[in-house]
């Protein structure tokens, strides 16, 4: 089945330290994004990529980094520089071409301690 | 810069009764919106959305939502609701070709039996 998937479902991070959420996708999607969510805040967007080797940034990049090296994987590295990683986060992905749905992944819960 | 504003944080309505959240946008021109559900800890689902055309547009699970111009306005609505509609709903706004996707800060339906 066609489908995004993010992992890991849940991680733990000590300050300090980078890590690296997962996204990939098999849906033959040209877009794929980004979003942070936090309560009361609703969804965030962080990055997002049109097409393979470009993205652009979102309205909350600071301290996160993303690459876009194939067509099915859009990585996303909280840094030491995000003052306040803890939150949820979504991958997203959209055909290319006219405006339509954004399909999501489950998300993955990020807790620093 | 494009925003989406939903007033409403929580409602609360009784099963069976109508129901009606709020959507406004700020955006030049005529953008492409968006209603989204997602059930706790989970990715989000598209309920309906808006291009063009017909400014009342019907979406899955009985919902739809009107497209006013004049007052910057999407709201969505339902006749009755059920207890399985309580989720967070969530509006949103796609800058026409240049596929940001910017999300309001969601409103927690919550529905008394």
């Known amino acids: 089945d066609g489908g995004i998937t993010q992992s890991p479902k849940y991680l733990f991070r000590k300050e300090g330290q980078n890590v690296t959420l997962s996204c990939e996708q098999n849906l033959n999607h040209d877009a794929m994004y980004w979003y942070r969510q936090d309560p009361g805040q609703g969804l965030r967007l962080i990055y997002y990529?049109?097409?393979?080797?470009?993205?652009q940034k979102g309205d909350i990049a600071e301290g996160y980094s993303v690459s876009r090296e194939k067509k099915e994987s859009f990585p996303l590295t909280v840094t030491s520089a995000q003052k306040n990683p803890t939150a949820f986060y979504l991958c997203?992905?959209?055909?290319?071409?006219?405006?339509?749905?954004?399909?999501f992944g489950e998300g993955s819960r990020l807790t620093v301690l | 810069a494009q925003s989406v504003t939903q007033p409403d944080i929580h409602i609360t309505v009784s099963e069976g009764a109508s129901l009606e959240l709020r959507c406004n946008y700020s955006y030049g021109a005529t953008p492409y919106l968006f209603w989204y559900v997602q059930s706790p800890g989970q990715g989000l689902q598209l309920l309906l959305k808006y291009f063009s055309g017909d400014t009342l547009v019907q979406g899955i699970k009985g919902f739809e939502a009107e497209f006013k111009r004049s007052q910057s306005s999407f709201n969505l609505r339902k006749p009755s609701v059920h207890w399985s509609d309580a989720a967070e709903y969530f509006c949103?706004?796609?800058?026409?070709?240049?596929?940001?996707?910017?999300f309001g800060t969601g409103t927690r339906l919550k529905v008394l039996a």
């Open positions: 997203a992905s959209k055909a290319r071409g006219r405006s339509g749905e954004l399909f």
């Open positions: 990529s049109q097409i393979v080797n470009d993205f």
């Open positions: 949103a706004v796609e800058t026409s070709g240049t596929y940001k996707y910017i």
